[in-house]
């Protein structure tokens, strides 16, 4: 993992060697085991830039655009994009390399959204993230509509749950 002291707070890299034990019954890297480093990358990044304890609220979008396979080193790009009070979305680029051609591959994006609590398991304010740069703008305003689309979908949900049975 990075820990570079002078990354900035919002950004978080971990390269890992993909080792046999990771892999699936076709022999390459087990989606499952792809999903637990995700959570793993996001708790990192979202804790190191709020100073705390956070939870994962919601895994979203979660592409595995190609196998990802023994061997190889991957490398977890996060970002936080977006923060609400308490909660934070942070976006993973996920890259694979093949050792020996060097070649790269884009293998997996994902979106996570992480909650900071305190003590008692509460949720407790984030430091607001500003975006600044026009690639984190863009981040920022795609993040606020999955937002919004998160909380829509919510309460259709709950919406259908209190409709009254025919
Ligand atoms: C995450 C958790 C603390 C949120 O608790 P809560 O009672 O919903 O708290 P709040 O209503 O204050 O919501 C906290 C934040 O989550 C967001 N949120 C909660 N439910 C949401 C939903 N369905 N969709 C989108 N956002 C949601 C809120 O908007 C709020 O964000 P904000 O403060 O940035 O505006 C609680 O659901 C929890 O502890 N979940 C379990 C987490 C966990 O154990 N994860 C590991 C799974 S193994």
Redesign the pocket.
Known sequence: MDTNPHAPKHQLTMSLLMTPDMANFAGNVHGGAILKLLDQVAYACASRYAARYV????VDQVMFLEAIHVGEIVTFLASINH?????MEVGIKVVAEDIRSQARRHVNSCFL?M?A?DDA?R?TAVPPWQPTTDEEIRRNDAARLR?EL??EL?ARFAATRRAPQA
């Open positions: 939870v994962t609220l919601s923060t609400g009070r308490s909660s959204t909650v609590v398991g949720p937002r998160r909380q919510a």
